[in-house]
């Protein structure tokens, strides 16, 4: 939606994939200290999920805050600074 509702649905979701991957590779070092082979795999998962989801906010939803904010008056945009 161009008032980025939708695209806040859907960062929410990816949110909530990265704290889930985020939690498999927590749940790896639970132990006795993992073999980097181990490791590796959910690392790499996890920090392409970051990267498109850093892509996305960046393209979908900064635009639409930054366009929101720079329709404030002054004193309520000065006060955000």
């Known amino acids: 939606a ?3 509702v939708g ?7 990816e949110h909530e994939e990265i704290l889930r ?3 498999e590779v927590e749940a790896l070092f639970a132990g006795d200290a993992p073999e ?13 999920t970051l990267a498109k989801h850093e892509y996305r906010e960046e393209a979908n939803l900064f ?3 930054e366009a929101a904010v720079a329709r404030l008056p002054d004193a309520e945009r000065a006060a955000l600074e």
């Open 2 to 4: 161009s008032d980025g």
């Open 7 to 13: 695209h806040v649905e859907i960062m929410l979701r």
């Open 21 to 23: 991957q985020l939690a």
């Open 36 to 48: 980097a082979w181990e490791v590796e795999p959910f690392i790499a998962i996890l920090s392409g």
């Open 63 to 65: 635009p639409v805050w």
